[in-house]
C-alpha cells in the first residue's frame, strides 16, 4: 500500500511540476520571433523605444537596451510652457525617449518581457487590445503621443501576434519609466 502512495504522490508531483514548465509548443516559432523581429525594425519602434548611443552617423539604438523605453533618471530638459499649447511645436528629449505636446508629457515604455518594469505580465491577448484599441494593456489609460497606435491598430492580428512573440523574447530590462503627465503637470517645471 505505501509503494502505492508513493508512486500516485511521484506521479502528482510530476504532473504538477509539469503544469508549470512551458511546453514546446507553447513557445512560439523561430519564423514567428522573426518576423516579429522583421516587423518591430520595420515600423521604427527603435527609434523611439531604445535609448541612444550617438555616434558619428547620429543617433543608434544601444543594442544593450533595445526597446526599454525612456531610461529611469533620466533628467528632463526644461520645457517652455508653450510646447502644451496646441499649434506649438512639438519637442522631443535628447535621445527620443520623452515626448512633450499639448497631450503633456509622455515616456516611451518599456517593451521588454522584464516582469515588474515591462510587459513580462502582458498576455498576447493583452498586447492585441491594447493596440487596437489605444489603452495601456487594453482597459487603462490611453496610450500616448507621438504611439502611432492608430497605425497598429490597422495591423492583423497575426502580425501583432508576432511583433508580442519578438517582444517576449528579448532579455528583460528592468526600467521604471515615469507616467505621463498631463500639460498642466508638465508646466510646474517649465518657463
Known amino acids: 500500500m505505501r509503494t502505492l502512495a508513493r508512486i500516485a504522490f511521484v506521479c502528482i508531483s510530476i504532473v504538477t511540476v509539469a503544469a508549470g514548465v512551458p511546453r514546446a509548443a507553447d513557445k512560439p516559432s523561430a519564423d514567428l520571433v522573426a518576423r516579429g523581429k522583421y516587423l518591430v525594425n520595420l515600423g521604427g519602434c527603435n527609434d523611439c ?10 543617433p ?13 533618471g533620466s533628467p528632463v530638459p526644461e520645457v517652455d510652457a508653450r ?63 507621438p504611439m502611432p497606435w492608430q497605425n497598429l491598430a490597422m495591423v492583423n492580428d497575426e502580425d501583432l501576434k508576432a511583433i508580442f512573440a519578438y517582444l517576449k523574447s528579448l532579455p528583460p530590462i528592468k526600467n521604471a519609466v515615469p507616467a505621463p503627465t498631463p500639460p498642466a503637470a508638465a508646466a510646474g517645471g517649465s518657463k
Not at 539604438?61 to 531610461?71: C, I
Open 49 to 58: 523605444h531604445s535609448p541612444k548611443l550617438f555616434t558619428e552617423k547620429g
Open 83 to 145: 510646447a502644451f499649447a496646441p499649434g506649438y511645436w512639438v519637442l522631443m528629449g535628447p535621445d527620443f525617449t520623452v515626448w512633450v505636446g499639448p497631450w503633456g508629457t509622455s515616456y516611451t515604455a518599456n517593451l521588454t518581457p522584464d516582469d515588474q518594469t515591462g510587459i513580462g505580465l502582458w498576455t498576447e491577448d493583452i498586447f492585441i487590445k491594447a493596440m487596437h484599441t489605444g489603452l495601456h494593456m487594453g482597459a487603462g489609460r490611453p496610450i500616448m503621443p
Open 60 to 72: 543608434e539604438p544601444d543594442p544593450a537596451r533595445l526597446l526599454s523605453g525612456h531610461p529611469a
